[in-house]
């Protein structure tokens, strides 16, 4: 915690007792809308693979309170909710917006928010927001990911800022011209009526909440709230090396769209002085004709989450924290404000992931403790947008993002790379499926899944290795869409740390023949064949020669690293043990020779 002077504690509206009681309230109030849109989905992105955040914001759109929330969808939530009080100017209670619309705020088409005032005494107060990833859009082609896609006339439906309940009742006719507009109407309106019950549970706490203190006195928390956050993030900002730092990543090459991949400029200024950083990727390539755009929020939210990530895990994330950071981007910029209509339907993933990878890169160049390693990127085959239609369903059509395996982590000083990582955009918070949920909701099976030995980027702190597996659909044709970012370009080391192994996507025929198949691409999977595939290891940090020989033992242990990459990249020399069977003990007397060093000297 920061250190508070007399001005502080002077300034303070709420008791620190009471402000730590209010915190954890508000906590609560969006883990129970958590829960009712977890338990209320319908459709496997959401229940299962939790694709889906919840947030408050006050009703001048500052962020209040976000728990187990997805990074990327929450935060710049300002930017999604802003819009509905410059189109509204009649805004009641009970009513419900809409807002899935790049260009009215939203991150992606796919990733519908959900949001509704919260009126006390006749006075807006809060917004309940709850945004969940949709199985389906009605796009054109059957995926919410469409890399392929120039502009919002080849993507989904825009709900750009629509009211759709006004007095606490829906308006059917609106909510019908969604659910025609979709492969899975009946999933489609689930879903939305599980966030629409999220966000009144949400109302109905916090009214709740400011019966019992009062307006003025949770208000008053609010803004201690948000005081508090900033002195925390100015005091985390003060302990960085002052200076000017820059880094750059590459998204792969896109047929048609990038045919020499995307680089990713960013430079962040960090003024310990002020506990200021400014975070400038202006220095960008202007929007590409495809889906690969960022929306401006996304990448307002991906330059906060990479300095977030290299603070302290206490700075809370809210408004005031946020305060401490500035964005400069670029209008017309494939990373930064998109032009008009231009597509965005990839624009939580792919480029947007290797902005928040450098903004977590970045901070390497200070030098070792700070920074981070390159993490995998999104949408693999392994967590494609399936469809079909389902032989024991009376040939009924399916769709749906699974999440049969994704990419690893990249490595940070002191700590080996996060096995289930997935993506920088999620944080490790989207849950990989039950393969026999899976199989019992889609009429597919998944024969192998596990982590593939080897491939994670070496160092003295190790990425994670990465997880590959083959699925197939039984008696019928499976489309599969995915966007294989780091085929070519697979996530790089830092400090000296080397990189992780690239993504992989193939068929499997008949005759059990390997075909490689597109990084990008719309594949069908014929009744018969199947599809493999391997996701990307995280990059390791720092030099491979200063890592422990123990902590090589306990990952070949693991079954995560072989003897013979152990000897070749570190220098130990592993043997079969003696005492449990499938296990490696150090051969102290070679690694030390290898190394040439006392063995003493590498447990020190």
Not at 249 to 255: A, G, K, L, W, Y
Not at 401 to 415: D, K, S
Request: one cysteine or more; proline letters at 6%; aromatic letters at 8%.
């Amino acid at each position: 915690m920061s250190k508070l002077n007399h001005a502080d504690v002077a300034d303070r509206r709420v008791d620190p007792f009471l402000m730590s009681v209010l915190k954890s309230r508000f906590e609560a109030v969006v883990r129970e809308m958590t829960l009712v849109v977890m338990r209320a989905s319908r459709s496997a992105v959401i229940k299962n693979a939790r694709d889906f955040s919840c947030a408050i914001l006050t009703y001048d759109h500052r962020l209040v309170t976000v728990e187990d929330a997805l990074p990327i969808h929450v935060m710049s939530m300002d930017i999604a909710t802003r819009p509905i009080t410059e189109f509204f100017n009649d805004v009641k209670p009970g009513d419900i917006y809409f807002n899935n619309c790049p260009f009215t705020g939203g991150t992606h088409h796919a990733d519908l928010i959900v949001a509704m005032p919260v009126f006390f005494e006749d006075k807006p107060l809060f917004w309940m927001v709850a945004l969940s990833h949709h199985a389906d859009t009605g796009a054109p082609v059957p995926s919410t990911y469409l890399p392929f896609a120039k502009n919002i006339f080849e993507e989904g439906m825009h709900w750009p800022c629509v009211r759709v309940a006004e007095g606490y009742k829906e308006k059917s006719d609106l909510l019908r011209i969604g659910s025609v507009r979709n492969r899975v109407p009946d999933l489609w309106l689930g879903d939305v009526r599980a966030q629409m019950g999220a966000c009144k549970t949400g109302e109905r706490r916090i009214c709740e909440l400011l019966e019992r203190y009062g307006s003025e006195t949770v208000m008053g928390f609010v803004e201690d709230w948000f005081d508090y956050g900033a002195r925390c993030a100015k005091a985390a900002i003060a302990k960085l090396p002052a200076g000017s730092y820059s880094y750059e990543t590459r998204h792969d090459p896109i047929p048609g769209v990038a045919d020499e991949g995307i680089p990713v400029k960013i430079t962040i200024n960090v003024d310990p002085e002020e506990g200021e950083i400014v975070v400038d990727i202006r220095d960008n390539i202007d929007c590409v004709p495809g889906g690969v755009n960022l929306s401006e929020n996304t990448a307002t939210g991906s330059c906060r989450i990479g300095v977030f990530n290299n603070l302290d895990e206490s700075v809370p994330h809210n408004e005031g924290a946020k305060s401490r950071i500035k964005v400069l981007m670029r209008e017309g910029s494939a990373i930064g404000k998109p032009n008009f209509q231009v597509g965005t339907s990839v624009a939580t993933t792919n480029v947007n992931d290797r902005l928040m990878i450098a903004g977590n890169c970045v901070f390497s160049e200070m030098g070792a403790p700070f920074g981070q390693a390159e993490g995998g990127s999104h949408l693999p085959a392994g967590i494609g947008v399936i469809s079909g239609r389902d032989p024991f369903k009376n040939g009924r059509g399916y769709i749906n993002q699974v999440f049969v395996g994704y990419a690893g982590g990249g490595a940070l000083h002191g700590h080996d790379g996060w096995l289930t990582y997935c993506g920088p955009a999620n944080a490790g918070l989207i849950q990989l499926d039950s393969v026999e949920v899976d199989e019992s909701m889609y009429p597919i099976l998944i024969e192998r899944r596990g982590v593939v030995p080897d491939s994670q980027g070496f160092g003295e702190y190790e990425g994670s290795p990465t997880v590959g597996g083959v699925y197939y659909p039984i008696n019928h044709d499976m489309t599969i869409v995915y966007a294989a970012d780091g085929t070519h370009f697979p996530p790089q080391g830092v400090l000296g740390g080397r990189a992780g192994k690239a993504a992989e996507t193939y068929k499997i025929g008949k005759d059990g023949q390997q075909e490689v198949l597109p990084a990008f691409a719309e594949v069908v999977v014929e009744s018969g064949t199947k599809l493999g595939f391997t996701a990307c290891g995280g990059g390791g940090y720092g030099d491979p020669l200063k890592r422990l020989p123990t902590r090589v033992l306990a990952t070949a242990n693991k079954g995560w690293i072989s003897r013979d990459v152990a000897k070749a990249v570190y220098k130990v020399v592993l043997e079969s043990s003696t005492v449990e069977h499938g296990t490696f003990t150090i051969n102290e007397a070679e690694t030390a020779a290898l190394r040439n060093v006392c063995p003493s000297k590498d447990e020190h």
